[in-house]
């Protein structure tokens, strides 16, 4: 059977995360858990965590019960079998342009029939205690999240080729980069930009695929949760801390 989150996401209901992007402390995973949000993005396109603090990360995140999702910057099997085995809840591949790359995600993410992905059991991500290996394998495929994040014009010119590929979950918008790929950096606002957002977001709802999208500006979650929109994932532990750390500069210059 699909996970809590799988199914939580296929029922349509609305998730609210956040990026994890510097900071490898394991614990800041309970921090942002106490805090209320619902799964963690691991940013391991930008970020520059090594395979051990993932891991430990992960870990934190499956004693918690807290879905964690590894944003990768392409689907090389080392990697994806890597994360896996820790035991990630599953994978966002970033730039995801082309069907191709959607279907190498699901090639190395998950096991046959569906993809390749390499058999190790003995590992993190059974709790080192597996079932039967065709009832693991069977329960391992139906748990596994696997979303693309389209970026680029091509990504959404090919949108539909995209969600319909077997084991995507489904897409979430990188709207700074897409931004740019529009030649309007920083105008996410920018009506192609709101043309392309919006196509990928009703090709997902056409297809009954959740779609989200990564933004710290509220008010722009807001308005495409308004639209459909069910995947939520909102600033990150540095920009929580750049916010609060310079909201208490500001209260204490008032009194200086």
């Keep these: 059977m699909k996970s809590d989150f799988r199914q939580r996401l296929h029922d349509g209901e609305c998730v609210l995360g956040t990026m994890l992007s510097e900071v490898s402390t394991p614990n800041v995973v309970r921090i942002l858990h106490a ?89 993190a991500h059974t709790g080192y205690n597996p079932p039967p290996l065709s009832q693991y394998i069977k329960e391992a495929n139906d748990r596994t999240v696997l979303f693309v994040q389209i970026e680029t014009r091509e990504g959404i010119k090919n949108i539909e080729d995209i969600l319909s590929i077997d084991g995507i979950d489904g897409a979430m918008i990188g709207p700074n980069d897409m931004a740019g790929d529009f030649g309007c950096p920083g105008q996410i606002e920018n009506p192609e930009v709101e043309d392309g957002i919006s196509k990928v977001l009703s090709t997902a709802l056409h297809l009954h695929k959740p779609c989200g999208i990564i933004s710290s500006n509220i008010q722009m979650l807001n308005k495409w949760h308004s639209r459909g929109m069910t995947i939520l994932s909102c600033n990150s532990e540095v920009g929580m801390m750049l916010k609060a750390g310079k909201e208490i500069v500001k209260e204490i210059a008032a009194f200086r």
């Excluded at 949000?37 to 992960?58: N, P």
């Excluded at 342009?97 to 190498?104: H, I, L, R």
Aim: aromatic share 8%; proline share 4%; with cysteine.
């Design 35 to 123: 805090c209320g949000f619902e799964f963690l993005l691991v940013d391991c396109e930008h970020g520059y965590f090594d395979l051990s603090q993932t891991a430990a990360i992960v870990s934190v995140c499956g004693c918690l019960g807290m879905p964690v999702i590894i944003r990768i910057p392409e689907a090389g099997r080392e990697l994806v079998t890597k994360y896996m085995d820790m035991g990630a809840t599953g994978l966002l591949l970033s730039m995801t342009s082309t069907p191709e790359q959607a279907k190498q995600l699901v090639k190395y993410a998950k096991y046959a029939p569906l993809g390749q992905r390499g058999i190790s059991v003995q590992r």
